[in-house]
């Protein structure tokens, strides 16, 4: 398989995809942004608050 067989294999592929459009894209991608920054604020808390018992129990 060559790279230009390779290449026209792919270009005939991308054809039958079916791509979202450009409002579900925004969509897609504000979910995604939203939900990191919310699973970043959660697991931060929890980081934040077992630190401080650690410091508060086991470091006089």
Excluded: C
């Excluded at 995809?17 to 504000?30: C, E, L």
């Amino acid at each position: 398989m060559g790279l230009m067989n390779f290449f026209k294999e792919t270009t005939s592929e991308l054809k039958h995809v079916s791509w979202p459009s450009r409002k579900q894209t925004i969509v897609y991608t504000a979910l995604v942004i939203i939900i990191s920054v919310a699973v970043s604020l959660y697991l931060g808390f929890f980081d934040f608050a077992f630190v401080n018992i650690i410091k508060n129990f086991f470091v006089s």
